[in-house]
């Protein structure tokens, strides 16, 4: 049988339920047990992939080829699991297959309501998920703040999956925030209290309250929490913020919520083995080098536009025993007439991420020239490989005005165009080339050092490629292509073996990087930025008097 969770959110958004649910995985995980998360999205677009990072942030790719919210990214660094198109369930998702089923005529004679039609589709979605992953437990988070109109059947259909599943089996997380208010700082209950009000209007009353704070919360203050919310003391867990995601785990199941919720869900006690993560924290809290590395982009704007870029970077510090910072550039500043010297001094290594649509194209493409020409470790993701290859095209092939279709209507030299299998799409859902593809790797190459084998496999989310017409050239001037699709037709990594780590990929090799199982691209860029760092920082012997 399995146990279900659910983790909904109050008080206020941007709260961190998220990294909450991500964190109980990585508890139950370490307890022995499998774990299927699922992410319950209120909006209506059926899937994440058509909205601008700028206002929801990255889409992330799963390996098969969903495009979803940023929370599954979570799920998987801190769970070590791969999620699925099951793993992300939308109201546009459910409507979608309501309707079509509602078309079809499965519910002939029936008016088609919101109950139980769709609250029907939202368990089915979830039991089926269950199934499929053979999961021990289900951690469900649902997006939103309870008190949101859009959320109301989701949460009804978790306050039914009580009745359906049986009380021992299902299991109510809460997260909200004290505030701290007035002249001493006081941890105000108040918001958390009426967030709880709220919830049991709608029948849900929480096993657990994970409480948001900036200060450890007294002993007084939890003991009135579990009064007023009817919430065992216990299960009021104190969430105090932390020096780096990764330690939230290890907080919470210091504060026994492993040990409660295995007791209270009937699971068997496997023992916990959180050593692994205990080391990795350590070295994340206390590392003996430090780099900085800059992510170009042009969503910069909203900090979790390119989470997993930033949180590969951060796992690829691990091996290397190193912190690393990641600096956020934004790209345009390159075109505002700001010197590639002047932006990127101070770093020690440099990454172009992924882009749609040409604002900001030029300023990628500056950022590559000069990390080419001053040996700045680069790596480029996605569009930053195509501009790695336009730049390399204009700058050392000669050919003026190379560019990508994607950019400008009959570039001179089209050195990158579209996909053939995308010349006759014209839908934007799900339409691009997405997913997990195969990839040879090209032997002596630096992938090839770093990937350590001949035939990887990496996630995609684009439309253009490399042009195989240009494929001679680009390799006659010095470029070598270290990735191709099996049947040779793809371009999949480019690199400029003259500089000491220069690598391009068409694919997106942050959506596989987990705390514990850092990027091989990732963990090279940091070493060879720290290598940099050290031929380059001046030593009391060489530097001047
Ligand atoms: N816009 C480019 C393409 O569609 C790159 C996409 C990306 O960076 N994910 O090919």
Redesign the pocket.
């Known amino acids: 049988m399995t146990k279900y969770i659910f983790v909904t959110g109050g008080v206020v958004s941007s709260i961190g339920k998220g990294i909450t649910t991500a964190s109980l995985g990585r508890v139950l995980r370490s307890r022995g047990f499998t774990v299927a998360p699922v992410k319950l999205d209120p909006y209506i677009n059926v899937d994440a992939g058509t909205m601008s990072p700028h206002q929801h942030g990255e889409v992330f790719v799963t390996e098969d080829g969903a495009e979803t919210d940023l929370d599954l990214g979570h799920y998987e660094r801190f769970m070590d699991v791969n999620c699925s198109a099951g793993s992300s369930v939308t109201t546009g998702k459910v409507y979608q297959s309501v309707i079509l089923a509602e078309r079809r005529g499965d519910y002939l004679g029936a008016t088609v309501q919101v109950i139980p039609h769709v609250t029907n589709e939202i368990k089915r979605q979830i039991v089926q998920l269950a199934r499929e992953q053979e999961a021990d437990v289900v951690i469900a988070e649902i997006g939103g703040t309870v008190g949101d109109i859009e959320s109301l059947p989701f949460l009804e259909a978790i306050r039914q999956m009580r009745k359906d599943m049986g009380y021992e089996n299902t299991m109510y997380f809460h997260v909200t925030l004290l505030p701290q208010v007035g002249p001493w700082h006081e941890l105000k209950t108040k918001p958390t209290q009426h967030s709880v009000i709220k919830l049991r209007e709608i029948g849900i009353s929480p096993d657990v309250l994970v409480c948001r704070t900036e200060v450890p919360i007294p002993d007084d203050v939890k003991e009135k929490i579990s009064l007023f919310c009817d919430v065992p003391a216990r299960g009021v867990i104190e969430s105090l913020n932390v020096e780096t995601i990764y330690e939230v785990p290890l907080r919470y199941e210091e504060a026994g919520l492993g040990e409660l919720v295995v007791e209270r869900l009937g699971l068997e006690d496997r023992g916990v083995k959180l050593g692994d993560w205990e080391r990795l924290v350590t070295i994340l809290k206390e590392p003996a080098n430090r780099c900085r590395i800059g992510v170009v982009g042009k969503y910069i704007s909203n900090g979790d536009a390119y989470k997993s870029i930033g949180e590969a970077l951060i796992h690829a510090g691990i091996p290397n025993d190193c912190g690393v910072e990641v600096v956020w550039i934004d790209s345009e500043r390159f075109e505002a007439g700001e010197e590639a010297a002047h932006v990127l001094a101070g770093l020690d290594g440099v990454v172009v991420?992924?882009?749609?649509?040409e604002r900001g194209i030029e300023g990628k493409i500056e950022a590559v020239r000069y990390a080419r020409e001053s040996g700045l470790p680069y790596l480029g993701?996605?569009?930053?490989l195509?501009m790695a290859v336009i730049e390399f095209a204009r700058n050392v092939c000669g050919l003026d005005g190379a560019n990508?279709e994607?950019m400008v209507e009959n570039p001179s030299y089209p050195v990158?165009h579209l996909?053939p299998e995308q010349k006759h799409i014209r839908t934007k859902g799900a339409t691009?080339?997405l997913g997990s593809w195969p990839c040879n790797v090209v032997h002596g190459t630096l992938a090839h050092r770093l990937y350590g084998e001949n035939r990887i496999a990496e996630r995609?989310?684009?439309?253009?490629?490399v042009n195989n017409d240009f494929r001679e050239k680009l390799m006659e001037h010095g470029m070598v292509i270290s990735g191709v699709s099996p049947d040779y037709r793809l371009v999949e990594m480019v690199e400029v073996p003259a500089h000491p780590f220069f690598i391009g990929t068409?694919a997106?090799p942050e959506f596989q990087s987990r705390p514990n199982r850092p990027h091989p691209l990732f963990e090279g860029l940091v070493e060879a930025a720290l290598e940099r760092k050290r031929t380059t920082t001046p030593t009391p012997e060489t530097a001047p008097a």
């Open positions: 991420g992924p882009g749609f649509g993701i996605c569009l930053g195509q990508s994607e990158i996909l691009m080339r995609h989310r684009h439309r253009y490629e068409q997106h």
